[in-house]
């Protein structure tokens, strides 16, 4: 941040309610910036949560960690050069922004860019959820447009339509072996990400983990 110069940050937008995307909202807005999200963001930050999946617990957040602006429903808020899109694909908090003048989309947490992700189903996600979102992304995509992930390195729209593809093909490999009755361990033992692994098994969620997330939240 302090290479783009000294001027003083005025706006912070949470992609979603994570610990690892509003820590700072605190400390920003205490400088200043006021804090945008959508609303299901604040009522989360504003209550203890927990996150099943990774055995973790969060109390409230301070009052300065709280929104100052919130929108809800699916419509679109524009600012300038900007506007926002909600959906409930990962948690029931997801926005994404994308930058019209400047070409920039930003899915947040709905796109990892080279790793399998983090499925919330505490807090509303699922993987028909994302789909969804990676399908009304690649709607806006352009094929000379920056796309900022949630996590991994600045992506574009032939790496969201890979994205696109894992999710989807994995998607229905589960859904299918979950139909005909498989229990959890057997549809993990049938390796419905085998095809993908070599690409987008080497992050922090490992093949058998992401499976297990596709498969509790069908």
Known sequence: MDGLGNAAVKLVINTHWHLDHVDNNGPLHDAGATVLAHENTRKRLSTPQDITGLGMHFAASPANALHQLVFKDSSALFFNNWLLHTFPPRTDTDTYIQFQNANVLHPGDTFFNGFYPFIDANTGGNINGMVAATENALKLAT?????????????????????????????????????????????????PTAEFDAVWGNGYFKPDFFVTLVNTTL
């Open 143 to 191: 094929s000379d447009m920056k796309i900022v992930p949630g996590h991994g390195p600045l992506g574009d729209k032939p790496s969201l339509t890979k994205w696109y593809d894992m999710i989807s093909v994995v998607r229905d490999h589960v859904q299918k072996q979950k139909a005909a009755g498989k229990t959890l361990q057997e549809v993990v033992d049938t390796k």
